[in-house]
């Protein structure tokens, strides 16, 4: 199974880190954001990586390079300008091939367990489901959640009372999912999860370990302590 780790964020909330450091490759424990993320898709046996890019991008290139080092092999996705989520996704799709693959978003620090992840993978069928996302409890800058975690483990579009759940930005697609969504051409994510949503056709989990959205200068301290204790 492969996976892509999206890349290409300017990371305007963390100006003036990122003004000369794109956004994946600032340090967390001593290594850059985005090689936790590649070190445990790896431990889970994920060794075929897409990484899209915008931002500075030949620095993501120059660091990670094939990913020999990290014992994985990466493909890269470079864009001109950042194409939202789901457009970055279309365009990788080539690499990415025709069966289900994951998804990590390149700016937040998880223990994910990716091998539980691949196996609900192995489930969407492009038909009756298109993806899996993981969510966690809602953080103090999301406070009514994005969707609704449903007693029979589907998601609903608009979180109900009390069953609001935050997107992790990790999850498990269907190529199937992008089929109707151009390549190089940017296209926000949300909207065709919403309609697939309405279709029964995306489930979902909680991720019950950590989780810290690496979206401004301070998460990043508490991240750099949290990857510190992983590194020593």
Known sequence: MKAMILAAGRGERMRPLTDHTPKPL???????????HIRRLAAAGIRQLVINHAWLGAQIEQVLGDGSRLGVEIAYSPESTALETAGGIATALPLLGDAPFLVVNGDVLSDVD??????QAAQLDGRT???????????????????????????AARPDAGNGL????IAAYHPALFADTPASQPAKLAPLLRAAMAEGQVSGSRLDGLWLDVG????LAEADAIAAGWAA
């Open 114 to 119: 990716f091998t539980a992840l691949q196996q």
């Open 129 to 155: 489901r298109l993806a899996h996302l993981l969510l966690v409890d809602n953080p103090p800058h999301n406070p009514a959640g994005d969707f609704g975690l449903l007693a029979n483990g589907l998601l």
């Open 166 to 169: 935050t997107f992790s930005g």
């Open 216 to 219: 401004t200068p301070e998460r």
């Open 26 to 36: 600032l340090p967390a424990g001593g290594r850059p954001l985005i090689e936790w």
